[in-house]
């Protein structure tokens, strides 16, 4: 009914310009109906349907077995931004998720302590708390679990064991002061348990929240008419048969590369086995980790090797091996302009570096 209306007043306008002369306020009352009269018709045709396969961001990622507390937070940071959580002092967590560029570094692989590079491309860990599992091969169920895993690989930061660190972080005083505040009671607060759970709560507050929340809530505007029809072009073309939900992904396993070869849309220089090289069962073989899409304009390059830089060829190769439809340069174009709609803010400063790091020498 509110479409009608607005279509008549829309009607209306137009004739009193035709008789009356058109002015600029008359002509700027038209088009913004005319706007909201298109509003009204594509989410008619997408409202529902979007509503119903994706989810709003929730405001932080709860794990019931580690509790979120400032202090928490706040020792984790610490430990995400300092280099000492590698052996010769050369990489941080952020150096390959880097909280100021989508969560990752922009590279294919990241290099480790000593420059060697891995073997995979780090995935972003904004709004990773909320996946079911972690490492595009899901051997870590979630960030806690994942948080100490790449400080103890020998090819990442490189630290010989959980003893080693933790000694080193016992010298500390700042460490001393900050376990002690986020682990208030326990005798010996430093420990490589409480070192990832810390790590884990940090990341739980690295939420993006975006405009596709806002219309998810509501807010029928909040996206603009190109937005909604690549919304359209996206769920039409089946890519939320993998990439659903409130994280568009993160959810799931899927075989990359269900109708061809990965390796020959993608130009990839090795033929990674996904999900088999942790489980042996050729049923996971070529099966990765469905990743979110939330900020995915930021996250570049594309898939487990890194091996697409623009996300136009990624989202053509998608298309092309896993639904087994060739997209229309229009067509694909439509589809990113939604992607970018993903974009989202971090929680102010949660990029910042810790003041307490950069009196470090």
Not at 337 to 344: I, P, S
Request: charged residues 25%; contains cysteine.
């Amino acid at each position: 009914m509110k479409y009608i209306q607005f279509l008549l007043i829309a009607g209306v306008s137009i004739v009193l310009q035709s008789c009356n002369g058109t002015s600029d306020e008359t002509k700027k009352q038209n088009e913004a109906a005319q706007l909201y009269a298109e509003h009204m018709r594509m989410d008619g045709l997408i409202g529902d349907k979007a509503k119903a396969i994706f989810k709003p961001l929730e405001s932080v990622a709860i794990n019931a077995e580690n509790e979120i507390t400032g202090a928490k937070v706040k020792l984790g940071k610490v430990l995400y931004f300092d280099k000492r959580l590698s052996k010769e002092g050369n990489i941080s967590c952020n150096s390959c998720h880097n909280l100021n560029t989508g969560g990752v570094d922009n590279l294919p692989f990241s290099p480790g302590d000593d420059g060697t590079l891995g073997g995979r491309n780090s995935p972003t860990v904004l709004n990773a708390a909320f996946h079911t599992m972690q490492f595009w091969d899901g051997r870590a169920k979630d960030v806690e679990e994942q948080a100490g895993m790449p400080v103890l690989n020998p090819v990442e930061m490189m630290i010989p064991s959980e003893a080693f660190l933790i000694d080193r972080l016992k010298g500390i005083e700042l460490y001393k002061e900050l376990f002690a505040a986020a682990y208030p009671g326990e005798s010996q607060p430093i420990s490589y348990t409480n070192l990832r759970k810390a790590i884990g709560a940090f990341e739980r507050t690295l939420v993006t929240p975006s405009r596709f929340d806002e219309y998810l809530n509501g807010n029928t505007q909040a996206l603009t008419i190109e937005e909604k029809e690549g919304m359209q072009a996206f769920m039409d073309a089946g890519c939320t048969t993998c990439h659903s939900g409130a994280q568009l992904g993160g959810h799931m396993y899927q075989k990359f590369g269900v109708y061809a070869d990965y390796w020959t849309a993608t130009g990839s220089t090795k033929v990674d086995e996904g999900r088999a090289e942790v489980t042996k069962a050729e049923a996971d073989r070529y099966m990765f980790k469905v990743p979110s899409l939330r900020n995915v304009e930021k996250t570049w390059p594309y898939f487990h090797d890194g091996s697409v830089k623009e996300l136009e060829k990624a989202v053509a190769i998608m298309a092309e091996i896993n639904l087994n439809k060739q997209l229309s340069e229009q067509e694909v174009g439509s589809i990113v302009t939604f992607l970018k709609a993903l974009n989202g803010e971090l929680p102010a400063g949660a990029a910042d570096e810790p003041a307490e790091l950069k009196v470090h020498s």
